[in-house]
């Protein structure tokens, strides 16, 4: 794969002011054809195209969302996952 460049930002999102922030890092490159590829090194498998780097960055970032709610689905919970939700004592 060739690539003009290489790009790494990260993306959070704060739940409330008191809970932590999960932070996603999204690498970027652009290839020599045009087209833009975003990945999340943190979760496996979440790598997206786009015509746009603007694409590539919500494909993946809606990429990864799929995969971490397919995780919880299946019983597959990780630290990272288990820092977002706190579930009360019954």
């Known amino acids: 794969m ?7 930002f990260e993306f959070s999102s704060l739940l ?4 932590p922030v999960m932070r996603f890092a999204v690498e970027i490159e ?10 999340i ?3 496996p498998g979440a790598m997206a195209y786009g015509r746009t780097r603007a694409q590539a960055v919500s494909r993946v970032e809606a990429l990864a969302l799929r995969v971490l709610a397919e995780r919880i689905e299946h019983g597959e919970t990780s630290p990272l996952i288990e ?6 004592a019954a």
């Open 30 to 39: 652009k290839e020599k054809d045009g087209r833009w590829i975003a990945e």
């Open 41 to 43: 090194p943190q979760i």
């Open 16 to 19: 409330t002011d008191s809970s």
């Open 2 to 8: 060739s690539l003009i460049g290489r790009i790494r």
């Open 83 to 88: 820092k977002v939700f706190s579930v009360a």
